[in-house]
């Protein structure tokens, strides 16, 4: 009667789930499956620190220059 309430997998695409420790992350990023991201980029200040980096799936870094070229120049997109 309630089956509709338990969740049903809809995982697609990859399982980055493993990915616990910044060295397994650096090491897909190596390997080109993921991208290094700087949270607030060098050119608005952000340094390369641990605490200023995550790594992404490659299409997302061309989203988030996009947003941050754009908005941050105050240019309409």
């Known amino acids: 009667m309630f089956d509709w309430l338990k969740k049903k997998s809809t ?3 990859p399982d980055y ?3 616990d420790s910044r060295e397994k992350a ?3 990023a ?4 993921l991208t290094k ?3 607030l980029p060098p050119e608005f200040g952000g340094d ?3 605490p200023n980096i995550v790594y992404v799936r490659n299409y997302i870094q061309g989203a988030y220059e996009h ?3 754009t908005e941050g ?3 309409a997109t």
């Open 11 to 13: 995982m697609h695409g």
């Open 73 to 75: 120049s105050g240019q």
């Open 26 to 28: 650096e090491r897909l």
């Open 37 to 39: 991201l700087h949270l």
């Open 17 to 19: 789930s493993k990915i």
């Open 30 to 33: 190596a390997e080109g499956e």
């Open 67 to 69: 947003v941050h070229i």
């Open 48 to 50: 390369d620190a641990p």
